[in-house]
Each structure stands twice: as structure tokens, then as C-alpha cells.
């Protein structure tokens, strides 16, 4: 509850940090749609050649555009932002404020900045993913919704480790903000089904930079492909690097001593 | 002309040795730009596996040929300076440039030319390991290589001006992003990295005939890959240079009216 509170209270310190350059708001819709039109144009290039690709209709692309686009919004508006604040208040010395407040450090680290407008390509990427559920005729039964929200919420947990794993780096090397940007420049892989790749790129994308898990499977389980392996494979993953992160951060955390002591 | 080599080289030597310093972060910077034509060179080969082996002209060997020469003609013309034009005119960095007797495109040239020779690290052993992953149908003819890096160095020209153009939009305009996404996006569908121009419906083609994107990038892929007859070759050398010539008077004129518009924070 008292974390459901702080949730809260930073979403409006987001909306009270937006509401004063307003024009934010309409660059973001602008930037949002127009990568969504590029995205569904693409699809339509490649599906004016083909009717499917690599087993997957153009239907269920889109579906997994649209998980891409919401997945994507959530790593936008929380993830990077605070990602990015941990790294410089680390440089900084101004973790020191975040460690003496009467918080556990990693949650008040992970919402500490959000960028409120990127919203909406969470909406955006829902109303996607709805879209092209209702046009295949909401074929879905409650397994699959279910399986889906679990693979969801395992596979952003993954991504959100990940994230965490790497900011964490910052404790040891100070100046590595742009370790950050390897994960940006291999999501976009995931607009398209990880299946496709060739076999290192798929691994890599599996297991070095988790995209596979975030958004394939989670689309997988929307069009009933998903196998009983990627469901477990999904959650252990889940468990073993939110253990892991959570005790590489501790590790971390012992190694900081402030930017000024 | 003395004058320029030396100004230039001094430019060159300043930006290598600056750019070393973030080396890491460039490699990094890179991924992106290696990875888009995996993606796409990906989708099209199963796209082409699909359809019992080919899509119009390319077979997946085309594919990979095509999207293994577009990542490196993309790497050698394309420039950053849109991205850092708002920067300099808002925090008022432009004035140091101003006050160097000789305009301010050289230095970015230069620093451009340097990133490039220092890029090549990457991008060379990038292109032969996927050319031994992709096994690309690529043969090679020293006539078509000679006027292939011909068509390459107007494109990085022609290429460079225009970007340097639109990036001065942002005397005008503090915000460049949205400017900027929209010139990106008509460039990955307009340049041949979303598919070769062959593959894009007839309206989509005929736009990218008449603008620059495509003579900047696929038109030397295609040239590389002999796909030109000698007639598209000289029409696509016409468009180049009409391009590189409209550039350069855009340059002109759009530099002369900004630094009229400009005035430096805090002065």
C-alpha cells in the first residue's frame, strides 16, 4: 500500500514536470503516430509480397506491434528515464539523498523519473494490440489471456532486471551512459518475430539482451503458439534475474561511497 | 586550395583525436546501424524462402548482397548534424564557429570524414563476417567499383548538404525532433532500407525518384550490385548532381538568412 502511494505521488511529480512544457505533449503524439504509421507501412510492404512470414499472418504482426509499441512505452516512460537519473545522481553523489530516505533504494531508484508523455505509446500499442484482436474475431479463451498477461508480466520483469543490471554497472564504472543504448538499438529487432533471425541473432536476442521474452512471447501466447517450454522457460528467467539483479544491486550498492566523501 | 587542404587536415587531425575519446560509446552508437539492415535482410529472405525463392529480382543471395552494401554506403554519407544543430544554436556554441575565419561546413566535414576513417575499424570486419553468414551474391568488377565510389562520394556530398541544410531549420525553431523523425522516417522507406525501391508500390517509387534519399543511398547499392543498366546509371548521376547543386544553393541562402536570425545566449 505505502508503495502503491509513492507510485502515485511520483506519476504526479511526472505530471506536474509535463503540464509545464505542454507542447511535449504534442511533439510525443506527433513522434508516436508517425512511428506507428512507419511501423504499419512496413508491415504492409512486406505483407504486399507475402501472405505470411515465417508462419506468422499479418494480423498477428500487428498484434505483436502492438505489444512492441505498449512494451516499449513502459520502458520509455519508467525504465530509461530512471535508468538514466541512477547513473548521473551516482556520478553526481546525489544517490546519497535516495539512500537516506526511509525506502528500499532500488524501488525509489526505478520510479524516480517519469516521463508522463510516453503514455501514449502504451495507449497507442493497446489500442493496437485490441485492434487486431477484435479483427480476428477475439478468438481468444481465457488461457491464452491468461498465459498472455503472465508472459507479459514475466517478460517485463526480465527487461526491467536487465535495465537494472546495467545501470547497476554504474557503482564500478562511472562513465557509462551509453551502455544504456545497446538495449535501445537491439529492441527494435523485436518488432518483428525473434523466430525469423538467424540462429546467433535469435540467442542473442534471447538471452543476451532478453527482447525475444518482452515481446514474441507474449504475442506468441496471444495467437496460441505458445509452447509449455516458453511459458516456464519465461518465468524461471523471470525469477532467477530478478534475484540476481536485486543482488548484484546490494553488491553495488556496498561499493558506493559517494561522488564528495 | 592550399589553404583548404591544410585547414582541413588540421580539422581532421582535431576530430580523430577528440573522437577517440568516446570510442566505446561509438561502437556502441553503431549496433543500431549494423543491426537495421540484419533486421530487414532478414524479414526479406524469409519472405523470399516463403514465396518458393525469390521476390521480384533478388533471391535471398541478392538480399544479402543488397543489405550488406546498403549498411556500408548508409555508414559512409549519412551525417549526425541534425541532431547537434539545435544543440549548438540554443546553448549558443555556434559563436566560436562564427568567429573562425572560413564557414562553419568545413569543420563538420572534416569531424564527418574523421568519424568515418575512424568507424571503418567496425564497419569492414563487420561487412566481411556477414559475408560469411549471408554468402551474398556479390561479384566483384573494378569498372563498376571505380564509378560505384564515384556515385558514394557525390552521395556523401550531395547528402551532406542537404542534412546540413535541414539541420538549420533550428534558427527558425528551437525543437528539431519532430522535424527530424520526419525526415528519418521518408528516408527508410525513400533510401531502399525498408526494401529496395524495385519492391515498393509504383506511387512510392515515383516519389523516390524525384527526391534525394535514393540517389543518397540505394542508388550506389544498386549500382555496386550491377543492377543499373548504363542508362540508369547516367539518369541517377544527373539526379546526384542536380541534388548536390540544389544543396548547395539551399546552403547558401538558408546560412545567409539563420545568421541574420541568430543571436547568441547571453549576449
Same mark, same amino acid.
Given at each position: ?47 504486399? =509480397? ?23 512505452? %513502459? ?35 526505478? &520510479? ?6 510516453? &503514455? ?7 489500442? %493496437? ?25 514475466? #517478460? ?24 544504456? =543504448? ?7 529487432? #523485436? ?7 538467424? =540462429? ?8 543476451? %539482451?532478453? %527482447?525475444?521474452?518482452? &515481446? ?15 511459458? &516456464? ?29 | /586550395?592550399?589553404?583548404?587542404?591544410? $585547414? ?36 526479406? $529472405? ?24 546498403? /549498411? ?85 556530398? /550531395? ?5 546540413? $541544410? ?15 523523425? /520526419?525526415?528519418? $522516417? ?82
Amino acid at each position: 500500500m505505502y508503495y502503491l502511494k509513492l507510485i502515485w505521488i511520483f506519476f504526479r511529480i511526472g505530471l506536474l514536470n509535463e503540464m509545464a512544457y505542454r507542447v511535449n505533449f504534442y511533439v510525443q503524439l506527433l513522434q508516436s503516430l508517425l512511428s506507428l504509421g512507419t511501423a504499419i507501412a512496413g508491415l504492409a510492404i512486406v505483407f504486399s =509480397h507475402t501472405d505470411t512470414l515465417g508462419g506468422w499472418e499479418a494480423i498477428d504482426i500487428l498484434a505483436l506491434l502492438g505489444v512492441f509499441m505498449f512494451v516499449g512505452g %513502459v520502458i520509455g516512460m519508467v525504465i530509461s528515464p530512471s535508468m538514466s537519473q541512477l547513473m548521473d545522481d551516482v556520478r553526481l553523489g546525489i544517490f546519497d539523498y535516495t539512500l537516506t530516505k526511509p525506502c528500499d533504494a532500488q524501488f525509489l531508484a526505478s &520510479i524516480s523519473q517519469i516521463r508522463l508523455w510516453r &503514455i501514449i505509446d502504451i495507449l497507442l500499442g493497446a489500442g %493496437v494490440l485490441i485492434a487486431a484482436l477484435i479483427y480476428r474475431g477475439l478468438d481468444i479463451g481465457p488461457r491464452e489471456a491468461l498465459a498472455f498477461a503472465f508472459v507479459l508480466c514475466t #517478460g517485463g520483469s526480465i527487461i526491467y532486471s536487465f535495465w537494472l543490471m546495467l545501470a547497476t554497472l554504474t557503482f564500478w564504472f562511472l562513465r557509462i551512459e551509453n551502455i544504456l =543504448h545497446i538495449f535501445q538499438s537491439m529492441y527494435e529487432a #523485436g518488432r518483428w518475430p525473434i523466430g525469423i533471425y538467424p =540462429h546467433w541473432l535469435r540467442y542473442i536476442l534471447t538471452f543476451l %539482451v532478453p %527482447v525475444a521474452f518482452a &515481446i514474441t512471447v507474449p504475442a506468441e501466447a496471444l495467437s496460441g503458439r505458445l509452447t509449455p517450454d516458453s511459458l &516456464i522457460t519465461s518465468g524461471l528467467l523471470c525469477v532467477f534475474l530478478v534475484v540476481i539483479s536485486r543482488w548484484f544491486w546490494k553488491r553495488g550498492l556496498k561499493n558506493y561511497s559517494g561522488a564528495s566523501a | /586550395m592550399k589553404y583548404y587542404t591544410a $585547414t582541413y587536415w588540421a580539422f581532421f587531425k582535431t576530430s580523430l583525436l577528440e573522437q577517440f575519446q568516446y570510442r566505446a560509446a561509438m561502437a556502441i552508437w553503431m549496433i543500431g546501424r549494423i543491426l537495421e539492415p540484419i533486421i530487414y535482410l532478414t524479414v526479406w $529472405t524469409t519472405v523470399a524462402q516463403t514465396r518458393g525463392g525469390s521476390v521480384g529480382s533478388y533471391s535471398p543471395a541478392d538480399f544479402a548482397a543488397y543489405y550488406i552494401v546498403l /549498411m556500408l554506403v548508409n555508414q559512409f554519407t549519412f551525417s549526425w548534424i541534425m541532431h547537434t544543430y539545435d544543440f549548438r544554436i540554443r546553448q549558443g556554441e555556434l559563436s566560436n564557429f562564427l568567429l573562425k575565419p572560413i564557414h562553419p561546413i568545413h569543420a563538420d566535414i572534416a569531424e564527418n570524414i574523421a568519424y568515418k576513417v575512424m568507424t571503418a575499424v567496425i564497419i569492414f570486419p563487420t561487412a566481411i563476417l556477414l559475408f560469411f553468414l549471408f554468402e551474398p551474391n556479390l561479384a566483384f568488377h573494378i569498372q563498376t567499383f571505380a564509378v560505384f565510389l564515384l556515385a558514394l562520394g557525390l552521395a556523401f556530398i /550531395m547528402r551532406f548538404f542537404i542534412e546540413w $541544410t535541414l539541420a538549420l531549420i533550428a534558427f527558425w525553431t528551437t525543437r528539431n525532433e519532430a522535424i527530424n523523425q /520526419m525526415y528519418f $522516417t521518408l528516408g527508410l522507406f525513400l533510401s531502399g532500407r525498408i526494401a529496395p525501391i524495385d519492391l515498393l508500390p509504383d506511387a512510392i517509387q515515383t516519389l523516390a525518384n524525384a527526391l534525394p534519399f535514393r540517389w543518397a543511398v540505394a542508388f550506389p547499392v544498386e549500382l555496386m550490385l550491377g543492377r543499373l543498366s548504363q542508362e540508369q546509371i547516367l539518369n541517377g548521376f544527373t539526379m546526384q548532381a542536380l541534388w548536390l547543386l540544389a544543396g548547395f544553393l539551399l546552403i547558401q541562402l538558408t546560412w545567409r538568412l539563420g545568421v541574420k536570425k541568430y543571436s547568441a545566449v547571453g549576449s
